[in-house]
């Protein structure tokens, strides 16, 4: 099954470190919203959308790529880190692939340091994650679709 993940991530690099983590074990296509913002995904069966939290979302750039380019009846999954120990952060994305008639097929989470907006002034929150658990984990989800 022909897979790519399309992702934001750009603080930290913590979405990033577990897709490196499942494209070094599995034959997937990443794609970086930012610097390939015209990929056709028609050709794939399944679709990743992994991104860290940004104010309570998925980035608003791997939203707006989603609405463009996503294709109707795919399988989607999700995967996202985050600072914020809980939250709704599914919420846009959701809403955009299902728009689409896709069906989700997963999600993965765990947490990631964070030191956007006032989390800065603590000098970030969830320090040293991803934890190699967490990247090990992320890799079992995949196999796991």
Same mark, same amino acid.
């Given at each position: 099954?022909? @897979? #790519?993940?399309?992702?934001?991530?750009? %603080? %930290?690099?913590?979405?990033?470190?577990?897709?490196?983590?499942? #494209?070094?074990?599995?034959?997937? /296509?990443l794609i970086n919203v930012t610097k390939q913002p015209e990929t056709d995904l028609s050709a794939y069966d399944r679709i990743g959308f992994a991104s860290g939290i940004y104010y309570g979302s998925f980035a608003k750039q791997l939203v707006a790529y989603a609405q463009e380019h996503l294709p109707d009846g795919?399988?989607?999954?999700?995967?996202? @880190? %985050?600072? #914020?120990?809980?939250?709704?952060?599914? /919420? #846009?994305?959701?809403?955009?692939?299902?728009?689409?008639?896709?069906r989700e097929i997963g999600a993965y989470h765990c947490q990631g340091f964070d030191t956007f907006g006032p989390f800065r002034l603590l000098g970030g929150i969830a320090k040293g994650h991803p934890t190699e658990e967490e990247t090990a984990a992320a890799v079992s989800f995949y196999a796991g679709l």
């Open positions: 099954m022909k @897979t #790519a993940i399309v992702y934001y991530s750009e %603080h %930290h690099g913590n979405t990033k470190k577990l897709l490196d983590a499942i #494209a070094a074990r599995h034959e997937v /296509t795919k399988e989607v999954f999700f995967i996202y @880190t %985050h600072g #914020a120990p809980k939250g709704s952060f599914l /919420t #846009a994305i959701r809403r955009v692939t299902e728009a689409k008639n896709c």
